[in-house]
């Protein structure tokens, strides 16, 4: 077993000896950020890697929500998600929108296009799902409320970089979608984020919205913000682009050895994946039902950490529970949102993370499932539940 600790994700990054003569050639250029040359191939290639029409690069996802709400305009009440990363409802805050929570779907954690219509008034003006671990929101139901509303609908789509939904980038749903390259994703470019627009005049305005606004010397067209990525990251982002398809390559492999081990054991559920989704493996998350497991989510938390492993309670507590967002009307009854977020662990999961490693997770899982001599009686548990 490795020495060092075991955590949710270790980067992945490009060969240094690549890297460097990038390096030098940023050097000799002098030209280090505001539309350089390595920033224009790289938003190129990948709008061909992605298999979208147009991307715009940010200096990180955030960024990239605020622009986005920005560059549609969308003002008033937004529907979204309790359960994900507090920046995808701070981006809400940061526009003066306010946040109205729908409860997810009990399965793959995403908002329910099923509680969608009940939450619109005559304030919302769009949507703001999140394809949670990458895996795909119910993309045609949301459009159909969005159509009939008059919604826009932006996907945070920061865990979805390179998903595929029906052989189409998912990318390609709503209006705009996001995408986050921070150190911990799928694909990093230390940070980073883009916008994924569908025509040129959007990409445009976009595009003055992460440089202060600025068409040309003389012209300000909006009150923009500083969210360029510059040529260090993307002549980065350029090599990593090389390496992606061999890093899914691991994470599958990764993947498939947790399925194999955790399969069977009660209270333990994994996602399981749907036959028109090409996924990137961007989490592992499993739920532990702590009625038919026998011990709690917190209790594997812990058993883990005692080995140097750590997982991640990726998203617990929802964001709807903080103090920004706990007064709103909508925080409360998201009664599915909060059972998930009780029962999550998301365990590590990297491209190079050893199978030995995984072989011990699974057995300390395993282990914690047969022994009985801690376990709490199954019936004890229903009275404390039904007591609380
Ligand atoms: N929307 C969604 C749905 C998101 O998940 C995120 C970000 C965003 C929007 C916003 O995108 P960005 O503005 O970040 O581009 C991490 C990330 O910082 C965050 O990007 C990510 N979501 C979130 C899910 O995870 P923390 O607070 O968990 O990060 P931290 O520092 O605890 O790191 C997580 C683990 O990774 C640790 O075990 C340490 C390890 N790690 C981390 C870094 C930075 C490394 O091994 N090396 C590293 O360089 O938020």
Redesign the pocket.
Known sequence: MEKRKI?????QLPPLNEFIPMLEDIWDSRWLTNNGKYHEEFEKALAIFLGVPYVSLFA????A?MAALQCLRVKGEVITTPY??V??THSLWWNGIKPVFVDIDPVYGNLNPDLIEAAITPETTAILP?H?YGNPCKVEAIQNLADIYGLKVIY?A??AFGVKLKNSSVLNYGDLS?L??????VFNTI???AIISHDLKTKKRIDFLKNFGIADETTVVAPGINAKMNELQAAYGMLQLKYFDTAIDGRKHITDKYKEGLEGIAGIRFLNEATNVDYNYSYFPIFVDELEFGRSRDDVFEELKKYDI?G?R?FYPLISEFSAYRGLPSAKGLDVAYELSRQIICLPLYPDLADEVVETIVSIILEMSLDETKKIPVKMLHQIKRNK
């Open positions: 955590l949710v994700t270790r980067p990180n996802g955030t960024l929500l994900s990363f920046a995808t999140v949670v945070d920061a865990h996001i986050s390259f921070h150190a911990t994703k940070e980073g984020g750590y991640r990726y």
